[in-house]
């Protein structure tokens, strides 16, 4: 069987969305929850589980070696900026607004790089 390449740059997007998806995940449903308050509103949550959402999905894009992984990394980047943005601005989230920024730096290198 043959399986696709993937380049350094393609895996290491791989890895920060993998890592994001976790991390938003993680923060979600365990710190958020717990802090309640600006944490734990159904805009602020439903964003993260978008983000981590997505991040999956562009990691699995990019696992099968889809020639639209490049869309779905655009949409990525911009979801994960917005993400980062918000938990910044609620604060106590550095983790989740560290994992976002990486992803979705190498989300928008991948998406222009990469076509």
């Not at 890895?15 to 995940?25: A, E, F, G, M, Y």
């Not at 607004?97 to 190498?106: D, G, I, N, P, Q």
Request: charged share 25%.
């Amino acid at each position: 069987m043959n399986h696709p390449t993937l380049s350094p740059e393609m895996q290491t997007c791989i890895d920060q969305c993998s890592n994001c998806h976790d991390v938003c995940l993680r923060t979600a449903t365990n710190h958020c929850l717990e802090l309640g308050g600006e944490h734990a509103k159904p805009e602020h949550l439903k964003l993260m589980f978008d983000c981590a959402q997505i991040c999956h999905v562009a990691a699995d894009f990019m696992l099968r070696g889809s020639p639209r992984h490049t869309e779905i990394c655009a949409a990525c980047a911009r979801i994960c900026e917005t993400c980062a943005d918000d938990c910044e601005r609620i604060g106590e989230m550095e983790e989740c607004v560290e994992a976002c920024r990486a992803c979705a730096e190498s989300c928008r290198e991948m998406s222009a790089v990469h076509p």
